[in-house]
């Protein structure tokens, strides 16, 4: 019979193999040079693909373009989300404005950057790095805000208070207090607002009008193209920044509670 610890072990091998699968997959996709059903693998494989990210391909500044723009609308969101939250939790209408930051997500993407498209070309924004970098926010920000908004708790206000009664000045109860209080939270929104603006598709093609070439946008390029070599690399690419963010966030993702 076999024992508890075991059958849990071997469990945990099952789920990290189902999960390293589909990334194992694509990586050995895009570097195969031909694969054919019904072979189990690739005839051969071949670093040619890959090294074109550094030759005349513009997959590499596609991959730096996602990375700018993921990174920027993750810090502006991430600390936005969480100074304008204290304001709307201790606000006397704070149940309405909660339920407003709900709005963006009522609608898909597309619709949602449909509605806003006329605005931004007014503004000249679309086509933009900043305006898809803006039309992102409108989605991550009220995220944060959302996510935020459980930490500011009387306990919280009370701490505060104290803070104050003992002399500490407005930064300095962000910088030794809050801050340090909500780092688990802030590490957390950051990754969540990252992964939002890194697989986001609809809202970034309508808003970018196709100039903005995103990863994501690749993506699916290569697939209409039925390039599925390609796209395999460019998959494996979209993949790689949210696996390294998860294995350094890995202790406060799964292991601290605030």
Not at 34 to 43: E, H, N, T
Not at 44 to 53: E, K, V
Not at 76 to 81: E, L, M, Q, V, W
Request: with cysteine; charged share 10%.
């Amino acid at each position: 019979m076999i024992s508890t610890g075991r059958a849990r072990t071997f469990w945990v091998k099952v789920l990290i193999i189902t999960l390293l699968f589909p990334v194992a997959y694509l990586l050995m996709l895009s570097l195969a040079t031909q694969w054919i059903f019904p072979s189990v693998l690739p005839a051969s494989l071949t670093l040619d693909r890959w090294s074109t990210l550094l030759g005349a391909s513009n997959l590499f500044g596609s991959l730096l373009l996602s990375l700018g723009i993921a990174l920027s609308v993750a810090t502006i969101s991430t600390f936005a989300g969480f100074f304008s939250s204290k304001h709307l939790a201790y606000h006397p209408q704070r149940s309405l404005w909660i339920r407003l930051s709900y709005f963006p997500f009522v609608l898909s993407p597309v619709i949602y950057a449909a509605v806003l498209y006329f605005y931004f070309i007014k503004l000249d924004l679309a086509g933009s790095f900043v305006g898809v970098i803006l039309g992102q926010l409108l989605i991550a920000y009220p995220y944060s805000v959302i996510l935020f908004s459980g930490f500011w708790s009387e306990r919280i206000q009370q701490i505060e208070k104290l803070t104050q009664t003992l002399g500490g000045s407005r930064w300095q109860i962000y910088r030794r207090v809050l801050l340090p209080m909500a780092q688990g939270l802030l590490l957390v929104c950051f990754f969540q607002t990252f992964l939002i603006s890194w697989f986001e598709y609809g809202l970034t093609t309508i808003i970018g009008v196709g100039k903005v070439q995103t990863l994501t946008l690749k993506v699916f390029q290569y697939i209409n193209e039925a390039n599925f070599y390609n796209a395999a690399l460019a998959s494996s690419l979209l993949v790689l920044p949210p696996i390294i963010l998860l294995f350094f966030n890995r202790k406060y993702l799964f292991r601290q509670r605030w």
